[in-house]
């Protein structure tokens, strides 16, 4: 990953982490924690693909693993968070601009309800039974409810700085940079190189009339 694309998550990633221990853990709400480390993960996703996506959960689970006041083993959510970040970037969108917020809140709707079932499973894989006391239902209900009402105002922002460091496939193609010189030169050879074709092919045309009008 370039420099941009280490830099940038891991701001999103720290800021979120502080955001959601300091602020949103603390407002008290019934079921879950709006996870706004999900919703920087899915973002990010979305703009870096399936590979970026996966390094920048797996990063993002196991800062979230380690800070305090975690109370589980390290290493849990970072695997939930890899498996999340590598499927939102199966979902990246082919056009590089976002035209509708439909897309996002449909994967960040899906990634609240399977984060939470993913974390429930690898606790019971580990001996953690905390999901079946609270109620695993109501959990997957408030996050869904929690993490989409949030994720219009967090995942398209995140969509958009992280596009900012990333360059235009259209204009970086074989070579041609986005200034415009180097795609000007090129469709220039293209034209002429046309017009030589059609003049050529007007002159055998001149020669092969002139041979069949001869005796």
Do not use: W
């Not at 993002?60 to 939102?88: E, W």
Request: proline fraction near 7%.
């Amino acid at each position: 990953m370039r420099l941009n694309r280490m830099l940038l998550p891991t701001v999103l990633i720290v800021v979120a982490l502080v955001v959601q221990v300091s602020v949103l853990a603390r407002l008290g709400l019934p079921g879950a924690v709006p996870d706004l480390l999900l919703l920087v993960v899915v973002g990010l996703g979305l703009v870096y693909g399936p590979t970026g996506g996966c390094i920048v959960g797996f990063a993002a689970g196991l800062l979230a693993d380690v800070a305090p006041p975690s109370d589980h083993a390290i290493g849990r959510y970072a695997l939930v968070l890899c498996i999340l970040g590598y499927a939102a970037g199966l979902a990246r969108p082919e056009s590089r601009s976002l035209r509708s917020v439909t897309g996002p809140l449909l994967v960040v709707a899906v990634a609240a309800v399977a984060s939470t079932l993913l974390y429930a499973a690898v606790g019971a894989l580990v001996g953690d039974t905390a999901a079946r006391h609270v109620g695993l239902a109501g959990l997957v209900f408030t996050a869904l409810v929690y993490d989409v009402l949030l994720a219009p105002f967090v995942v398209p922002a995140v969509m958009a700085l992280a596009r900012r460091g990333e360059p235009d496939p259209m204009v970086t193609v074989s070579g041609i940079g986005p200034g415009g010189s180097a795609g000007g030169s090129a469709m220039g050879t293209l034209s002429a190189y046309a017009r030589g074709t059609s003049y050529g092919g007007g002159k055998r045309k001149g020669r092969l009339s002139g041979l069949v009008r001869r005796p």
